[in-house]
């Protein structure tokens, strides 16, 4: 008789982290059947979709209220069906609001429940480990420091590494990168990344180029390279320039159509390692960010994802973030809390345990200040020297065989 596999992921991040996974449990039966809701790379896999990843997906506090309805209905449909006709097993991939009110739901019928991707209560909100120990039968987490928390709190878990460790290659080529990129070899590069949402290129973006206008007083022949997710959050930066005019600025945009976890070939599992080596020559079908990163001699980021890809890629940075006043007051009130509880707010910190690279938030994030820490990651060799070694030790500390690992451990869970 096949695995049936209950499955629920709601943002692409999740579709492709869901992808690699059916891919893995394929592996351990060929008859399983994943169904639920999820996106196109999940699909592609043979996941019946029963409805769209699109179903789930909101942006911020204001979409969220907008969309409860539906986000209701999607939720008592898929609860309905898989109480009706229950899985071997279910896996809720991030979306952490939707799945754990449904693994609750369907453990307490008897579902054995799988979680991949720990919500940070490491940083926010510690509390939910409460609701985690009622709803999750077996956890899945992509930092090695989380397995630690879950065994304390009698949560089974298993580490099963980040996916983005297997991709992104451990030796980066630069020359490669800038040749694809068309920059000069010996040419040294900023990449300005103030991130992919509208309010981050709102906030960020100012302060960005101030800082480049600043560096550029310094060495007039600085390149610097700006990527951007879609047309839309180009046009807002290019506004910016307008107002902040920066020469030898370049905006790079996505050239080819693979999302990041799609960059590397599907491969077997005693095969996974060489998918870091296809991602590396795969220029045209990577993210542009990741391109940038690569040709960069250091990165000035908005916190989240980057950060960690830019560790990754062994690229010193300058972390950075800024929240108006009302979405300071919207995390304050729904985390009861008015910082994190670690000290970081970088995830490259985070898993160093320590200001491995400057983090500028708030009223710190000051052009002077930003363009003094960008031009020492910049110039400084001797500090860029061991802060390749700090990120090859923790890209080393994260490159696991996930789609194995992961695939395992929900297989042993099926009832």
């Not at 279910?90 to 054995?112: C, M, S, T, Y």
């Not at 491969?267 to 960069?296: I, L, Y």
Request: proline letters at 7%; one cysteine or more.
């Amino acid at each position: 008789m096949s695995l049936r596999v209950g499955m629920v992921a709601g943002e692409p991040s999740g579709d492709l982290l869901a992808a690699r996974i059916i891919r893995g449990i394929n592996r351990h039966d060929t008859q399983s059947h994943c169904q639920g809701i999820g996106g196109p790379a999940m699909t592609k896999q043979g996941f019946e979709a029963w409805a769209p990843m699109d179903a789930l997906t909101v942006f911020g506090y204001v979409d969220a209220l907008k969309r409860m309805p539906s986000l209701l209905r999607t939720y008592f449909n898929v609860k309905k069906r898989w109480l009706s006709d229950k899985p071997d097993v279910f896996v809720g991939i991030d979306a952490p609001d939707f799945n754990l009110r449904l693994e609750h739901q369907l453990k307490q019928a008897g579902v054995p429940t799988v979680h991949f991707v720990g919500p940070s209560i490491w940083a926010w909100r510690y509390e939910r480990i409460h609701k985690i120990r009622e709803a999750v039968s077996h956890m899945l987490v992509l930092f090695p420091f989380e397995e630690e928390i879950y065994q304390k709190e009698g949560v089974p878990v298993t580490y099963v590494g980040h996916p983005l460790a297997e991709i992104i290659p451990m030796q980066p080529d630069k020359v490669a990168a800038r040749r694809h990129l068309d920059v000069d070899a010996g040419a040294r590069v900023l990449a300005l990344m103030p991130g992919s949402r509208a309010s981050e290129i709102k906030l960020l973006g100012p302060l960005f180029l101030q800082a480049a206008q600043i560096l550029l007083k310094q060495d007039p022949a600085l390149q610097v390279l700006v990527p951007m997710v879609n047309a839309e959050r180009r046009k807002e930066f290019q506004a910016l320039l307008q107002q902040y005019p920066v020469p030898n600025c370049r905006i790079v945009e996505q050239a080819g159509d693979k999302p990041p976890l799609a960059v590397a070939a599907s491969v077997q599992s005693d095969e996974f390692q060489k998918e870091s080596a296809a991602a590396s020559t795969d220029f045209t079908g990577r993210p542009a960010a990741w391109n940038v990163m690569e040709a960069a001699d250091a990165v000035l980021v908005a916190s989240g994802t980057a950060t960690l890809e830019a560790a990754l890629f062994k690229r010193p940075m300058v972390i950075s973030y800024v929240l108006s006043p009302m979405m300071k007051r919207m995390m304050e009130w729904k985390s009861g809390q008015a910082r994190p509880y670690v000290p970081w707010v970088g995830l490259p910190n985070v898993l160093a345990r320590d200001f491995v690279v400057p983090e500028l938030l708030q009223d710190d994030a000051t052009p002077q200040a930003l363009a003094e820490a960008s031009w020492k990651a910049l110039t400084d060799a001797s500090y860029t020297e061991q802060i390749v070694e700090r990120f090859a030790q923790i890209h080393e500390s994260l490159w696991r065989n996930t789609p194995e690992l992961a695939a395992r451990a929900i297989v042993q869970q099926a009832r």
